[in-house]
């Protein structure tokens, strides 16, 4: 694949799961390209395959049919170990229940994706103290996960996902678990990292999170249903998009 301005491509992807007469296809022939820099949000009802989705071209699920490329790579042909490397250079995660440690503070927990890299301490943690400055954190370094409110969780785990400087960010259901005003905080921090050029796969109900990307898909039953470009993350109801909601 030629990778000039292209993050992501996924072609013909689908995912299935059991076998016979009960086989679900969760994702069924999904193609698209995301380019570098680019925000991309996915809509639809739970269920429709939305995460699924996100999974597969983050490397987490291998797909049933399809290829997909990431970072110069064909993940559907590498091999475990490989694609385990990839994941920890080339891919973030954001998760709906933050995943972080409770056992480790704010700080080692965003140092943890460099150290699993093989990034020295020094490096790791001078990463992570400049991350903790970018999510306004700064003063809960040494604070574990239980002392700190579900925005700021999550504004931990942002940092983390960024830690070893990747090429994609997938998000599921960032705001899924936050309050109004934990929200906002998460709001405004993708916001921050669409306008610095990150490139962002975000799944969400939130019309807010999804008002924010560059291109917003819709799904339903495993396929793409509709596509929207919006106004470089400009608010827009998203109402009349089918498949938004339910």
Known sequence: MGTNGVAL???????????????????????LEVARGESLAI?????????????????????TAGTL????????????AQLARLRR????????????????????????PALLAGASLRAARR???????????????RHLPVELSGGQRQRVAVARALANEPDVVFADEPT???????TTEVLRLFDDLRVNGQTLMIVTHDERIAATA?????????AFVDETRLSGGTARPLSAITGFGG
């Open 9 to 31: 491509r996924g072609d013909g992807l689908r995912k299935e799961y059991g076998r016979g007469d009960g086989v679900v296809r969760a994702v069924d022939g999904v193609s």
């Open 43 to 63: 809509v639809g009802p739970s269920g429709c395959g939305k995460s699924t989705l996100l999974y597969l071209l983050g490397g987490l699920e291998r797909p």
């Open 69 to 80: 490329w990431l970072a110069g790579e064909q993940l559907d042909r590498l091999p475990e």
């Open 89 to 112: 250079h080339a891919v973030g995660f954001v998760f709906q229940a933050f995943h972080l440690v409770d056992e480790l503070t704010a700080l080692e927990n965003i140092e943890l």
């Open 127 to 141: 990463r992570a103290i400049e991350l903790l400055e970018r999510v306004q954190l700064s003063d809960r370094a």
């Open 176 to 182: 899924g678990n936050l309050d109004s005003a934990a």
């Open 214 to 222: 560059d291109r917003l898909i819709s799904m339903r039953d495993g």
